[in-house]
């Protein structure tokens, strides 16, 4: 604590949760309030940043609109407050009722990112499915309809144990899709300066994407594809690099097999074609290859842009083949670039985990027949889970952390589906899109009101790269910076699910400190069964999350600011001598996936006539998906959803920034407010999710904004393996509906 000019004030630390960032910040405290949040000044490696949404923290927590105690629908749709107990008691005979007429496989769970206030919340959410037996059928996730091709790529890859070569010294890195600047995914840390830092210091940053980002300020060379096309991008930098013998081949003869198969693959796509394909210049796939493989050192990295479209897995895919034919791997005697402080004392080698199939055929889900796969059940089909009659059909489902209503394809199925449970529970702060059409409104607890720890960024590293993961020894724990709210009675999301399990006769087990993924394992999560007689607290769920750490948790707790634990051997080890796996660079799925590519000439949607424009998705700074969009703070300067086009697209079409726009894609139809934005590629249109309103709820483009799910269908077109629906590069056209008010 430190002294304050108010004599009330003092300041606490804590660590931010809106995002994986996990930003250490000050908080100013006055009467058992937080009155106010700035990053950190005496943080080791942050060095006092934070962003815009860290910063609200305080009007999120004491917001008029928040939700501080149990609510109830009533059979008029209006909501009552009830006690915790009560909405506990109730929620479980709802739930024996459903089983017992339908069975245990109708009832679901969906964890979404308002998890990050605490990740034993999620794993709990999946253990409840667990012990209900019908886990991972039954447990759907964001995850699925976001990067899920990350971890089928890196299975079918394999994964290098040392991880990818950091960027701090990296001097180049080719960035597809993504914008760690506003998403802080791969770069956590002040991700602005050290973008700036790394250019300064010699990294050559190339960036392929539609719009020059706010990651693009420093770039050697800026790559905007038409929409979707990324494939036959990397796939044609990977041409060249083969082509003329620019790889690594001592290390993929010791490392890597399938290079002949995947010479033969990549073989049609010159720069000729992929010039034609993605509406760029030959010259730049031949800049970009070459740059890349002719520095020192480097990665290709890929996020939610190139996601979103359907060919999410091909790029990781090749992304993952880029590192490994250039040899972008942290080799033996070098530091480890992720190293484990709160992740288990294990040695790391300089060496492969070998590829596996993530997928297994034998249990297709109900919906579109889809294999079971290592990332849980497809997402994408909740909606028609819900809505099909027949053994399994999805009658109850509790929503944590999560918004469904707005972040679901197809956001009308997905209304209608939502509206015809039997059961439907929101774990939320707010009455949001979900929460609206919920049975019952639990309210879940804050994030400077629970304790924190870098133990989950760090492991974030397993889902593949850029992900998360410090490139330091570092860790960080904060105690709980405030209680709720006087006279609230909230419970954190994790349990609640206890609450309920052990009102069912469920026994949970959770399992901590899971340091891999699929069959790609640093170490076997340690089992900790729940007791049945009282309820863990949060601190012993942490030391579960931390089993076997590097660095004991109680040891971390000694520092507020979090500390950098330089003493630590980080050095990677050579190759065992045991080790005989191979990375994989010619997966039979995805040379298969990537001849489509060249066939159909990207295999992906296109402009036309009568939908002119390829709408792609976006982040905001002040907005976490649909996190911010009701903070009194964040919304001052706007709570819609801006149309970004580019100003030639403006005068193409007659419009103006302000006007109301109507945007129409195959499926749907929205409103949005026109903005214009010369950094984005003429003849796309550029928007966040998780806007809008829900469907039987009145349009409100200069208020709540539009719902970009509402043009995306669900069913035309999704991902054979994992289900997740085409979210980007869809084609639309726009019309002016109105001018907005001055």
Partial sequence: MVD???????????????????????????????????????????????????????????????????????????YIEIPMAQAIEEIAQRLEAIMEKHGPETIAVYP?????????????????????????????????????????????????????????????????????VISKQGVMVNPGQTLKQAVKGGMKLIVIDPRATESTAHAFLHIAPQPGQDASILA????????????????VADNAIGIETLMAAVAPFTPEHVASVAGIAAEDVVLAARTFAEAESGCVVTATGAHFPLHGTLCEYLALSLNTVCGRWVRAGQPHAQPHVLLPDVPIHAQPYAPYQPWDHSRPSRINALPQTVVGAPTGTLPDEILTPGPGQVRALICSGSNPAVSLPDQNRAGRALSSLDLLVAIDVEMSNTARMADYVIPDRMALETPACSQFS??????????????????????????????????????????????????????????????????????????????PTTEEMFEAMCAGSRVPLEEVKQYIHGKVYDELDITVLPRAADCDAMLQLGDPTMMAELAAVFERRGDTANP??????????????????????????????????????????LDRFGLASGDVISIRSEHGEIKGVVEAEPRLRPGTLSMSHCFGTNPDEADDPLGQGGCTSRLMDANAAFDPVFGQPRMGAIPVRIEAVAVAAT
Avoid at 23 to 45: H, L, W, Y
Avoid at 236 to 246: D, F, N, P, Q, W
């Fill in 458 to 535: 760090e492991s974030m590293k397993y889902y593949g790269i850029w992900t998360g993961g410090y490139e330091m020894p570092y860790a960080h724990y904060a105690a709980p910076v405030v209680a709720p709210p006087a006279g609230s009675d909230t419970i954190e999301s994790w349990e609640f699910f206890y609450e309920l399990a052990r009102r069912l006769g469920k026994q949970i087990v959770y399992y901590g400190n899971a340091a891999g993924t699929g069959q790609h394992w640093d170490k076997p999560p340690v089992p900790f069964t729940l007791p049945l007689d009282r309820r």
């Fill in 236 to 251: 044609g930098i990977l041409r060249v690099i083969l082509t003329e013998k620019l790889y690594d081949a001592q290390f």
């Fill in 608 to 649: 036309s006539a009568d939908f002119p424009l390829m709408l792609i998705p976006r982040r905001a700074n002040d907005m976490m998906n649909s996190i911010g969009r009701t903070n009194p703070k964040l919304a001052a300067r706007r709570s819609h959803n801006p149309a970004y086009l580019n100003p030639a697209d």
């Fill in 112 to 180: 979404g990112n308002g998890n990050l206030t605490n990740p034993i919340n999620p794993v709990i959410g999946a253990m409840f499915i667990m012990a209900m037996g019908t886990y991972p059928d039954r447990f759907f996730s964001v995850q699925t309809i976001d990067q899920a091709g990350k971890v089928i790529a890196q299975a079918l890859h394999g994964r290098w144990m040392a991880g990818p070569q950091p960027f701090s010294t990296a001097k180049t890195w080719i960035m597809v899709g993504t914008n760690p």
């Fill in 4 to 78: 304050s000019p108010n004599e009330t004030a003092e300041t606490r630390y804590g660590i931010c949760k809106v995002c994986w960032a996990g930003c250490p910040v000050e908080v100013t405290v006055e009467d058992g309030r937080a009155t106010k949040v700035v990053g950190d000044r005496q943080s080791p490696i942050y060095g006092g940043y934070t962003c815009p949404k860290g910063r609200a923290m305080p009007e999120a927590h004491y917001s008029p609109t928040r939700v501080l105690r149990p609510r109830k629908r009533m059979p008029d749709g209006s």
